[in-house]
């Protein structure tokens, strides 16, 4: 069974400063890795996705992915965080039938 | 990607009745799904609706306690039966264009329901 982790509960970075949000998996086969954003009481938006190629994956609103074979990991990163950046990140893999979620992140901005 | 609409947005039930979540989308979609996000933590995909035929519930869900229907391919109906507080969670519909699991998925808004 694939799974996916994210070790930290909560990130703080200051307004400015460049942001990672960590992620981890464990899968069967070729990857497929996904981040998605969710805003308070909103559903989840798509932000980014990994399927073959370049190692680093752009997305929306100035968000990149690294993704890193050896280390098992996919890592979101923005180069400069913004407040409205604040919100809950989710990384997941994509399976047979659906998606497998992380726990979640997240990821406070502060001005 | 698509526009998903859910109704209703949320709902306070009370112990032992039921309600039915709607979702629509824009356009036609190859795959549907329900997931859940109990409070603070992540989704768990109850099932993936089929259409015109029974959904496909995952580990821990059954059709008795969570019956879906989907009669096109741009609708579907999540009913959460017998309600206790423990059902109290956000209930998410997401779609998929194909059903390769490298298609990212795109989910309405939730439905958030609380069981007094």
């Known amino acids: 069974a694939q799974s996916v982790a994210q070790p930290e509960d909560q990130v703080n970075v200051a307004e400015g400063n460049p942001l990672t949000v960590k992620c981890t998996y464990s899968?069967?086969?070729?990857?497929?890795l996904f981040w998605y954003v969710q805003y308070p009481n909103r559903g989840l938006q798509f932000l980014l996705k990994?399927?073959?190629?370049?190692?680093l994956v752009k997305g929306s609103y100035g968000f990149e992915a690294e993704f890193n074979k050896s280390q098992t990991s996919f890592h979101l990163k923005k180069p400069s965080a913004l407040v409205s950046d604040s919100a809950l990140y989710f990384c997941a893999a994509g399976g047979r039938r659906a998606l497998t979620f992380g726990s979640g992140t997240r990821l406070q901005v502060q001005p | 990607s698509a526009v998903i609409s859910q109704k209703p947005s949320r709902d306070i039930c009370q112990r032992g009745t039921s309600l039915t979540i709607q979702c629509q989308v824009d356009s036609q979609v190859t795959m549907m799904f329900w997931y859940r996000q109990q409070p603070g933590q992540s989704l768990t995909l109850i099932a993936t609706a089929n259409q015109g035929s029974e959904a496909t519930y995952e580990s821990g869900f059954v059709i008795d306690k969570f019956p879906i229907s989907r009669p096109n391919l741009t609708f579907s109906t999540l009913t959460v039966s017998n309600m206790s507080p423990e059902d109290s969670s956000i209930y998410l519909c997401?779609?998929?264009?194909?059903?390769?699991?490298?298609?990212?998925?795109?989910f309405g808004p939730g439905t958030r329901l609380t069981v007094l």
């Open positions: 990994y399927i073959t190629g370049d190692n």
């Open positions: 997401s779609v998929s264009r194909r059903e390769f699991s490298y298609n990212e998925q795109f």
């Open positions: 899968v069967s086969g070729n990857p497929y």
